[in-house]
């Protein structure tokens, strides 16, 4: 009987969406999946698992009719924050292992790596893991590791505790300038009339209605959904792309508290002049159209670490997912080529212009 050739799984489960991809050992795409939030802190832990299901289960099935065994898995969950999370993902993850193994062949003993997903990121954008990574997505996040293995993470938890740097932070700056803006506490900005176009209210005040039950029209349109406040943030994006003063402030302090977090996490890492990748990532990073954003993350944190070396990845995170369960496989092999040839730059060329296009 012909042996089975392997494959692992990297999932990233983030604040909006979960993504997860199956991927050969020699660095091939097989399936793809992706479903909402799986977000444990959020959703409680069955929510977490069951979205994690639905994302795992066709790759899994992909495996077993494509003939590959399961030999590691790779796991990048927001939400990993506390021991508490550790506890109640690592139960988590260890059932869709298990669930994995009732539909195909998992290698026994298949390595499995559980970590927050900022340290995909942090993966995907370098060659051996070793860094600082600044994350902005729905949320804002700042993860590390250091040449001695450490891990750490500066933020990312709640806004509660000063926490932010992502969509909901720059929408909330956004509208609240737009609402100062209105009875002239604030400057005017653009901001404004590009919140009224997209909601379609008459006057800024009227926001207040998204929180009233039943206080909007229905619409004509089954498929309306009233935008989230993070969906906002792109419109303070467009405002400060066009020159408004207003939005390109909200864009500079909210990068510069992300710069004070890569501060204080490359201060526990590195030494001052010391030189390592500074990582930035997460959709808001990789989609912004105003530069000054990443800009301010970039000169806060080089102010006191002068040889940080910045960067943008160009990846889908999944792929730091996907290069962590590789880790994991390869750690126990005597060849160090075949190490070598699953975390070069191919592996990046070929898996992240597919997954960009996906998700």
Known sequence: MEALRQAVIGVDGGNTKTAAVLVSLDGRMVAHARTTSSNWQTFGEEGARQALLRVTHPLAEAARDHGFAVAGFGFGLTGHDRPRDFEVLERVTAG?????????????GAGRIVL???????????DDG????????????CVGVGRNGRRIQIGGITHELGDGGGAGEIALEGLRAAGRARDGRGWKTSITDLILGVTGLSGIEDVLDFAIPGALPPSDDPEAVPPRLCDL?????????????????????????????????????FGREESFPLVLGGTVLMKAEADNFARAIILETQAVFPNAVPSIIEYHPVLGAVLYALDVVAAGREDAALRSSMTNGSLRRLIGPQVNGLF
């Open 130 to 141: 070793i860094g600082i990574a600044v994350s902005s997505g729905t949320g804002g996040n």
């Open 233 to 269: 943030a792109p419109l303070v994006f467009e405002a400060a792309r066009t020159g408004d003063i207003i939005a390109r402030r909200i864009l500079e302090d909210v990068g510069q508290g992300l710069g004070r977090q890569s501060v204080a996490a490359a201060h526990r890492l």
């Open 116 to 126: 927050n997903d900022a340290f995909l990121v942090l993966r995907a954008g370098t």
């Open 96 to 108: 869709i292992v298990s669930a994995t193994g009732s539909i195909a062949t998992v290698i026994p």
